[in-house]
């Protein structure tokens, strides 16, 4: 589901750009041989006149050359003779992939919450999964069919037509979804636009930050002390994955904010932490591998096993142990608890990132800061800017929505290489495997087109 900061930068052939290590596997299914795949990568990693799959625009060259008197039916349907016949045929198609995406959010949350499971809950939360995945098979089928419906308006393929417009408006035009689901969608696709970002980036701070486990924990680090900063003065009402302690009674003598002893406090956050993790890490196992019990029961168990990973767990523990292990530290050894101790156990607890360097952990914290320092600022400002005010009435989440559901989009065709495996997950399921395979239509005239 993720991938790793650090060692990302993989030096990839220079010549091949778009064509990621799975697009080569695609294209054996064209070829057949794999001496055919030696050849064709051979022919790549020579110059090709009029070829180079660096950079973007190159790309886009590149892409109006192979697509030239292709139309959408060619790319996008060829299975079906008109674009009425290939909606019709998504609306009966994909509505079984977009519940399937949601399963985890049908299973998780309930497993995390455990307890208090009223009859009301049930049916909210029922309800809500199946909201959300109707919302997103609407999505699903408005998306592909404005492919069709801009191939007509402007005659021919276009690059940025393909995929990224047709991302932005679909999300625009979807019935409105509750602003948990979308701020989960937003903020999911915001996460992985963030991720493709600095994958691609040319910047040098970056590449560095992408190749150094250890700038990358840095950055985690003061990510992770301005957030509890911000959480401990109580500026800020927002999710993170650990919160300062609350004392429910008056406060305790010993200096603590936190009831009970240091010792309960701390094994209890390790323990539920740890547990918390295992019970994501199973539920995501058992979604993803759920099926083997009808096919290959046998096989069930060993495939958990190697999908189940301690590194969440792990992480989880040790970053609310040490958070709340240094805290009590701080306010034993300072008489009592103060505001500026969140900090210090924020920053030094982020280490924990090293036993879990992904970029899904670090976008996020990287998203919660921006996010928790804006609404600080907004909370405390006592006299509120003009620009501020202005701001204000921008829709950003709606905005983030809509652009990072079309960045990603277009990434999953044009930069699959760097596009997270959650994207092509979400938009495979979704599109039944259509955009796959309008991803292997395009290599294989990209590779038709290099031997002309
Ligand atoms: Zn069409
Ligand atoms: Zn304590």
Known sequence: MCVELPNHERPFPPAVGVMSLTFFQRVHTFCHSPAAIRRVAVRFSQPVAGIRWCSMSELSKCFYQVTAGRSCQDLCHPEYATCWQSFVGLTKTLLPGCYKLYLTLLV??????????????????ILGYASVSFKTYIL?????????????LFGRLHYY?????????SAAIVPKLPRVHLRLQGITYF????EVMIKKSEWRWLRTLRRSRLWATVAFMLFSARIMH??????????WIMYPATAKTERPADGCRHDGSCRAYVFDGVWKYALAGFTIETARALVSKGALMFGAPGRLW?????????????????YVGSYRSISCWLAHRTGRERPGHARLAGLLSGISYLIYPKYQIFTLAFTKFLEMSWEHYHNTAKRKPHWMVLLQRVPFLRLVHMLSIGYMYHALVFHSHHSPPFNSK???YCSDFRVERIKQRLVAWMLEHSWT
Not at 141 to 152: A, D, E, F
Not at 191 to 194: D, F, I, W
Not at 302 to 318: K, N, S, W
């Open 161 to 169: 037509c393909l995929m990224g417009v047709p991302g932005v408006l």
């Open 108 to 125: 998780i949350p309930p497993l995390l919450k455990g307890g208090d499971y009223t009859k009301e809950y049930w049916k909210n939360h």
């Open 140 to 152: 699903a089928i408005s998306g592909l069919t404005l492919q069709c419906l801009l191939y007509k």
């Open 302 to 318: 060993d495939e958990l096993r190697h999908a189940i990973g301690p590194a969440l767990p792990l992480f989880l523990g040790t």
């Open 230 to 239: 911000l959480l401990r003065t109580a500026t800020v009402n927002q999710f």
């Open 426 to 428: 979400c938009v495979n």
């Open 191 to 194: 996460n992985m636009m963030l």
